[in-house]
């Protein structure tokens, strides 16, 4: 009997979400994800195409499921800051993939696009309403929101290193900025 397809796509996506979250795609390995899914290197391209074509399946297929657990209230963007902030604290291998994806594949991932689209249209419609800020285009707060939200991991290691203890708070002065930064 043939080995289940499903079934390997599954172990080499789980691999590949590992690999490309703690390597990036320059530093990931197509062996170690074929062995990390007990699989052959020939099932990754059949299954997915080059190295880059899985990093942008990887990235696209999380990017979609932080998506579906998050959605956007443009009514209340602090709540969502909050929420979104939350998903990516159980999550962090999204968090990490999205930073690589920043730096190493300076194109668009299609997946990725339509969610933003639909966030984008979102804030546009409240910004309409007066409910949110209108003089920053949609597009632009919507990219303030989220880099609020990833603020601390982005922060240069030298600005880290002066915390000596251990802030709990981070979470309620995301929302606390993000509210200040929408309103009206």
């Not at 990093?55 to 998506?67: N, S």
């Not at 668009?108 to 546009?124: D, G, H, L, Q, S």
């Not at 419609?125 to 209108?134: D, H, N, P």
Request: glycine fraction near 6%; include cysteine; charged fraction near 25%.
């Amino acid at each position: 009997m043939p080995p289940d397809a499903t079934e390997t796509k599954r172990r080499l996506m789980k691999a590949a979400i590992a690999e490309f979250a703690t390597y990036g795609l320059a530093g990931a390995r197509v062996d170690r994800i074929a062995e990390q899914a007990s699989a052959n290197k020939r099932s990754i391209y059949m299954h997915f195409g080059a190295k880059e074509e899985l990093f942008d399946h990887v990235v696209g297929d999380c990017m979609a499921e932080l998506a579906r657990a998050v959605a956007v209230d443009a009514g209340d963007l602090p709540r969502y800051a909050g929420a979104l902030f939350d998903q990516l604290e159980t999550r962090p291998h999204v968090r990490r993939l999205y930073l690589w994806a920043g730096l190493e594949r300076q194109q668009p991932v299609e997946a990725e696009v339509a969610e933003y689209r639909r966030n984008v249209t979102a804030i546009a419609a409240a910004q309409e309403a007066g409910t949110v800020r209108s003089d920053i285009p949609a597009i632009e707060l919507l990219a303030m929101v989220v880099a609020l939200v990833i603020s601390w991991d982005t922060a240069s290691w030298s600005l880290k290193a002066l915390r000596d203890d251990e802030f709990t708070g981070r979470k309620a002065a995301v929302e606390a900025a993000v509210a200040g930064l929408v309103r009206p």
